[in-house]
C-alpha cells in the first residue's frame, strides 16, 4: 500500500466515522429535547464521562486489546472506527445542543 492509497482510505475512513457520528448526535440531541427533567440530567453526566475519563486509561485498555486483533488488521480497524465514533457522537450532540439556530429561514 502507497502512502497516497493510506491517506486516502484513512480520509474515506474519517468521513464515514464524522458522518455517524453526526447522525448519533442528531438523535441524542433529539432525545435529549423530549427527555424529564431528571433523564436530561443523567444524560448530561453520560455525555460528559467520556471527556471526563482520562486518556492513558482508554490507551491502555485499547493497547491491551488491539495485541489481541494484531493478526486480524481489518477488525483492529473496525474496533478503533467504533472507539472514535464513541468519542465523537456526544461531542457532536454537544454541538448540536449548544449551536446557535440560524438566523433566517
Known amino acids: 500500500m502507497t502512502l497516497v492509497s493510506a491517506c486516502g482510505w ?12 453526526l447522525a448519533a448526535g442528531h438523535l441524542i440531541r433529539d432525545l435529549l429535547a423530549s427527555a424529564s427533567r431528571r433523564e436530561k440530567a443523567a444524560a448530561w453526566v453520560l455525555l460528559l464521562t467520556p471527556y ?3 486518556a492513558c486509561l482508554v490507551g491502555y485498555a485499547y493497547g491491551n486489546f488491539a495485541l489481541s ?12 472506527a467504533f472507539l ?12 448540536l445542543c449548544f449551536a446557535p439556530s440560524a438566523l433566517s429561514a
Open 69 to 80: 486483533l494484531v493478526r486480524h488488521p481489518a477488525w483492529n480497524h473496525a474496533f478503533y
Open 84 to 95: 472514535l465514533w464513541m468519542k465523537l457522537a456526544p461531542l457532536a450532540a454537544l454541538v
Open 10 to 21: 484513512g480520509f474515506l475512513r474519517a468521513l464515514v466515522i464524522a458522518a455517524a457520528a
Open 52 to 54: 471526563l475519563t482520562p
